[in-house]
Structures are given as structure tokens and as C-alpha cells.
């Protein structure tokens, strides 16, 4: 890529695609075009670099809107990070979603680049593409090779599709697509829905709450179910009892009950009492913001988080920014690096018109790092500064034993991650803090 170059990001509003976007204006590409779909893209997630890129309005599963936008903007350079994502509870409830929709962007995005002459195109895959007993660390070379995890199995088969696009499109019409596998990704401008989102930014947030419960902020955990998401029904700014509750700092114990009541839903718990004795006990104008810990009010101090399953299973995670100085990396790779095919064990015989071998179609981007969840969980508690009690629901699922991707390939190449998880994960409750003020 030059600097002048057309470069296009689907999905730019995205955890991914954002810091994708401001990775190719930190390095002073400034010819950037990106799409929102629902949400429009947040300012504070691009300042100070702004002029660089332009954002325009664009829903990628209509194909003649797709093919229009392509047409006019003629992009040289694609990276397609539009997608539906989402945690297990979502790719469980909405799995003909999780399909659908990523099968049609997918196709979308890919036959316009190849119909109107994209130079190299970089499809966002995922790691949950490999076989759910694959050994570990997970080479490039397993895809395929045995059966998928039931509960994303809609959503793999359509990312497994989208890689088989792209090495179709190379085979037949020798374009230049490229399918990177990410392992599980966090950073700014992730989704904090407790229902939909993965577990680390789940965990960031579930702690937050636990905090602002043991320091009964009442009037901060409305907000961040106003600002986040998950808020109760009964929850309601508008002339509910909640705005004037705000509105005048005394929380009557009925809606604090509820509250209470609402975040255990989440694993955010009080010990001992029912939520309504909790609220009970509380004086509602004491209950608020000027808290400290030496005035705590004793029934919410027992707060404590549950977590799911023994916390042994490993998992491997890597901060965005990273992910998107992968990116950017892989799609500035030399056309000899990519053709040369650095894996020889997973060399295969097809001929193809593409000067993209089939061994670099497809690369794992990890950290090649794993720690167990019980690990990540304690780490995340005291990023968050989180003093309470964690109690592990060994009741709960576990999953995989361990999931971690083989990143020799990415090595070979020439690059590896930067960020430690403990600093990424400072730099994520740092944005998640500062995204609170500015929804
Ligand atoms: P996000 O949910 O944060 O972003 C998805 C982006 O896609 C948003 O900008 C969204 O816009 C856009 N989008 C979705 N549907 C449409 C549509 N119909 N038309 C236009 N835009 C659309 O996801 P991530 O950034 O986390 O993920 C980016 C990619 O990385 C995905 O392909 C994902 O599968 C992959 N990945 C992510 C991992 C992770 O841990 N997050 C792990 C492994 C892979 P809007 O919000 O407006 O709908």
C-alpha cells in the first residue's frame, strides 16, 4: 500500500475495524473510506486524526448497495471486518443470524472486490473455524479436519465459507484474498452487552458493577445500564421514578431492590439477604455517590462475582491494536513473501493463475500465549480494582481445556504482538472509563 493509496474498512465502527482505521492513519495513510451501518462511528475512537478517513452510511448485505459502493469508490486495498459477532450466549440464541448474515457480507464484499479490481483484500476469519478437538497449538493446516463446537458451528461454517471464497476467487480469477485467523481479541470500542459480548469484556464489566454495588453508587450503575446496555425494563429515564430518583440523589428501596436483584442475574451477588432486605437496610440518601469505604453500608459490601466453571481451561487473547498492526502488516507483504508459501507442511498441488500461494491464504494472527480463565479473571480484577470475593460455579460448563493458535507462520513472516495482556487490559478499562462520558 502507498500512503496515497484507497484503502477500505468494512466494519470500521467496530472493535476491530476502528482500530484498524486508526492504525492506517497513525501511519499516515490518509486516503481511508470506511461504512457505519447502525451506529456511526465515536469521535473520541479517531481523534486526533480525523481527516484522513471518510465515513459513509452502507448496509453490506445489500449486494446492488455493495456493488455501487464499490463502483464509485473504486477501493485498492480492502479490509473486511464487517461481521455479526458476538459471545456464546448469542451464537447459541441467534445461530441463523450468526449464518446468514455473515455469509451474505462475505459474498458481497468479495465478488465486488473482484469485480471491480481490489489489488488485495484481507478477510477477517476466527479461530473458532478450527475442529473442536484440533490439537493444540492450532495449525493453519487444520481447518477442516474434524468436527466444529456445536455452539458456533453456524458461525464457523459461514467464516470457514468465507475462506473458501476467498481461495476460490484466487484459484479461478487470481485475485489477491487473504484469511487471517484471530484468536480472541479485546480493546477499545468493544461490546459490553452481558448477553451478547465475550467473556473478557463481560468480566471487565461485571467487575465495574460489582464495584459501584459493594460502594452502593446507585446512581453509576444506572448509568452504566443506560450507557452499556442490559438495563431492567423498569428501568426508564422517562419521568419514570428512576429520572427522579436520579434527579434528586434518594434511591427509594424498591428500585434499589430491583437493582440489586437485576445484577445477580449477571453473577453480581449480595451474600446472606434477599435483595429487597438489602434495600431494606439501606438508607436511600446515604446509599449514594458520596460512599467511601469507610462509610460503606455494610449489606452491600458482601458483594461478590460468580464465575463460571473450575477457571482451568486456557485461552489465549490479544489486544486489538495489535491485531490491527497485524493486519495492516500482512496486507504490506511483499507479493514474492506471500507466493513463496513459508508452510511446507501445508503445501498443496492445485495450480493457481494467483501469485498468493495456498500456504499464506491463510494465517493464524495470536499471541501464541494462553493463561487459564481463573488467571484472566484475577487480572481483570485488579485492573478494575476489584477487593470482593470471586466464587467459581464449578456447576457451570468449562468448555475446551485449552484453545490457543500456532502463530509460527506469522512469526516466519516477520511479525509478533506487543502488548502483554496486563497492559492491554489496562488501556481496555481505560477506554471503557473513558466511553462512559462520551456514549
Ligand atoms: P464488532 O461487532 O465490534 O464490529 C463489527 C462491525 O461490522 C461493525 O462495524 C458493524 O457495524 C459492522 N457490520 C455488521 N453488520 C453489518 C452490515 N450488515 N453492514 C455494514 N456493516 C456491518 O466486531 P469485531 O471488531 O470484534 O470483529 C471484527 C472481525 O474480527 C469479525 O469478522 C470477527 O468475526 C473477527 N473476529 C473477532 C474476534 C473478537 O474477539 N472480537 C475474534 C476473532 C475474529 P454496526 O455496529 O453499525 O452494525
Same mark, same amino acid.
Given at each position: 500500500?502507498?500512503? %496515497?493509496?484507497?484503502?477500505?474498512?468494512?466494519?470500521?465502527?467496530?472493535?476491530?475495524?476502528?482500530?484498524?482505521?486508526?492504525?492506517?492513519?497513525?501511519?499516515?495513510? !490518509?486516503?481511508?473510506?470506511?461504512?457505519?451501518?447502525?451506529?456511526?462511528?465515536?469521535?473520541?475512537?479517531?481523534?486526533?486524526?480525523?481527516?484522513?478517513?471518510? @465515513?459513509?452510511?452502507? #448496509?453490506?448485505?445489500?449486494? /446492488?448497495?455493495? /456493488?455501487?459502493? @464499490?463502483?464509485?469508490?473504486?477501493?485498492?486495498?480492502?479490509?473486511?471486518?464487517?461481521?455479526?459477532?458476538?459471545?456464546?450466549?448469542?451464537?447459541?440464541?441467534?445461530?441463523?443470524?450468526?449464518?446468514?448474515?455473515?455469509?451474505?457480507?462475505?459474498?458481497?464484499?468479495?465478488?465486488?472486490?473482484?469485480?471491480?479490481?481490489? =489489488?488485495?483484500?484481507?478477510?477477517?476469519?476466527?479461530?473458532?473455524?478450527?475442529?473442536?478437538?484440533?490439537?493444540?497449538?492450532?495449525?493453519?493446516?487444520?481447518?477442516? *479436519?474434524?468436527?466444529?463446537?456445536?455452539?458456533?458451528?453456524?458461525?464457523?461454517?459461514?467464516?470457514?465459507?468465507?475462506?473458501?471464497?476467498?481461495? $476460490?476467487?484466487?484459484?479461478?480469477?487470481?485475485? =489477491?484474498?487473504?484469511?487471517?485467523?484471530? *484468536?480472541?481479541?479485546?480493546?477499545?470500542? #468493544?461490546?459490553?452487552?452481558?448477553?451478547?459480548?465475550?467473556?473478557?469484556?463481560?468480566?471487565?464489566?461485571? @467487575?465495574?458493577?460489582?464495584?459501584?454495588?459493594?460502594?452502593?453508587? @446507585?446512581?453509576?450503575?444506572?448509568?452504566?445500564?443506560?450507557?452499556?446496555?442490559?438495563?431492567?425494563?423498569?428501568?426508564?429515564?422517562?419521568?419514570?421514578? +428512576?429520572?427522579?430518583?436520579?434527579?434528586?440523589?434518594?434511591?427509594?428501596?424498591?428500585?434499589?431492590? $430491583?437493582?440489586?436483584?437485576?445484577?445477580? =442475574?449477571?453473577?453480581?451477588?449480595?451474600?446472606?439477604?434477599?435483595?429487597?432486605?438489602?434495600?431494606?437496610?439501606? &438508607?436511600?440518601?446515604?446509599?449514594?455517590?458520596?460512599?467511601?469505604? $469507610? %462509610?460503606?453500608?455494610?449489606?452491600?459490601?458482601?458483594?461478590?462475582?460468580?464465575?463460571?466453571?473450575?477457571? +482451568?481451561?486456557?485461552?489465549?487473547?490479544?489486544?486489538?491494536?495489535?491485531?490491527?498492526?497485524?493486519?495492516?502488516?500482512?496486507? %504490506?507483504?511483499?507479493?514474492?513473501?506471500?507466493?513463496?508459501?513459508?508452510?511446507?507442511?501445508?503445501?498443496?498441488?492445485?495450480?493457481?493463475?494467483?501469485?498468493?500461494?495456498?500456504?499464506?491464504?491463510?494465517?493464524?494472527?495470536?499471541?501464541?500465549? &494462553?493463561?487459564?480463565?481463573?488467571?484472566?479473571?484475577?487480572?481483570?480484577?485488579?485492573?478494575?480494582?476489584?477487593?470482593?470475593?470471586?466464587?467459581? #460455579?464449578?456447576?457451570?460448563?468449562?468448555?475446551?481445556?485449552?484453545?490457543?493458535?500456532?502463530?509460527?507462520?506469522?512469526?516466519?513472516?516477520?511479525?509478533?504482538?506487543? +502488548?502483554?495482556?496486563? &497492559?492491554?487490559?489496562?488501556?481496555? !478499562?481505560?477506554?471503557?472509563?473513558? %466511553?462512559?462520558?462520551?456514549?
Amino acid at each position: 500500500m502507498n500512503k %496515497n493509496s484507497r484503502i477500505y474498512i468494512a466494519g470500521g465502527t467496530g472493535m476491530v475495524g476502528s482500530a484498524i482505521v486508526r492504525r492506517l492513519l497513525a501511519e499516515g495513510y !490518509y486516503n481511508i473510506i470506511s461504512n457505519y451501518h447502525i451506529k456511526k462511528p465515536l469521535a473520541s475512537n479517531l481523534q486526533p486524526h480525523t481527516s484522513g478517513v471518510n @465515513f459513509v452510511q452502507l #448496509d453490506l448485505e445489500i449486494q /446492488n448497495d455493495v /456493488n455501487d459502493f @464499490f463502483e464509485h469508490e473504486r477501493p485498492e486495498y480492502v479490509f473486511l471486518a464487517a461481521a455479526k459477532v458476538g459471545g456464546i450466549y448469542a451464537n447459541n440464541t441467534y445461530p441463523a443470524d450468526f449464518i446468514y448474515n455473515n455469509l451474505i457480507i462475505e459474498a458481497n464484499v468479495l465478488h465486488s472486490a473482484y469485480l471491480y479490481g481490489v =489489488k488485495k483484500l484481507l478477510f477477517l476469519g476466527s479461530s473458532c473455524i478450527y475442529p473442536r478437538m484440533a490439537p493444540q497449538p492450532m495449525k493453519e493446516e487444520y481447518l477442516l *479436519t474434524g468436527e466444529l463446537e456445536p455452539t458456533n458451528e453456524p458461525y464457523a461454517i459461514s467464516k470457514i465459507a468465507g475462506i473458501k471464497l476467498c481461495q $476460490s476467487y484466487n484459484r479461478q480469477y487470481g485475485t =489477491k484474498f487473504i484469511s487471517v485467523m484471530p *484468536t480472541n481479541l479485546y480493546g477499545p470500542n #468493544d461490546s459490553y452487552d452481558l448477553m451478547d459480548s465475550h467473556v473478557l469484556p463481560a468480566l471487565i464489566r461485571k @467487575f465495574h458493577l460489582a464495584n459501584l454495588l459493594s460502594q452502593s453508587k @446507585f446512581d453509576e450503575i444506572i448509568k452504566d445500564l443506560t450507557r452499556y446496555g442490559n438495563a431492567p425494563s423498569s428501568l426508564s429515564y422517562d419521568g419514570s421514578s +428512576t429520572s427522579r430518583a436520579v434527579a434528586s440523589n434518594v434511591y427509594p428501596p424498591t428500585l434499589i431492590a $430491583s437493582l440489586i436483584d437485576h445484577l445477580s =442475574k449477571f453473577g453480581i451477588k449480595v451474600s446472606g439477604s434477599s435483595p429487597s432486605v438489602v434495600a431494606s437496610n439501606l &438508607d436511600p440518601k446515604s446509599s449514594i455517590r458520596e460512599a467511601s469505604p $469507610s %462509610n460503606l453500608n455494610p449489606p452491600t459490601s458482601n458483594v461478590f462475582l460468580e464465575a463460571w466453571g473450575t477457571g +482451568t481451561p486456557r485461552r489465549e487473547f490479544m489486544y486489538s491494536e495489535d491485531m490491527a498492526d497485524a493486519c495492516v502488516f500482512i496486507m %504490506n507483504l511483499g507479493d514474492g513473501v506471500l507466493a513463496s508459501g513459508l508452510n511446507p507442511q501445508t503445501s498443496n498441488s492445485f495450480s493457481s493463475p494467483s501469485s498468493l500461494s495456498p500456504q499464506t491464504s491463510i494465517i493464524n494472527i495470536g499471541t501464541g500465549e &494462553d493463561i487459564t480463565i481463573r488467571e484472566l479473571t484475577e487480572l481483570i480484577a485488579e485492573v478494575v480494582g476489584y477487593k470482593g470475593e470471586i466464587r467459581w #460455579d464449578a456447576s457451570k460448563p468449562d468448555g475446551m481445556p485449552r484453545k490457543l493458535l500456532d502463530v509460527s507462520l506469522l512469526h516466519t513472516l516477520g511479525w509478533k504482538h506487543k +502488548t502483554s495482556i496486563k &497492559d492491554g487490559l489496562r488501556l481496555t !478499562y481505560k477506554d471503557f472509563l473513558k %466511553n462512559y462520558d462520551h456514549p
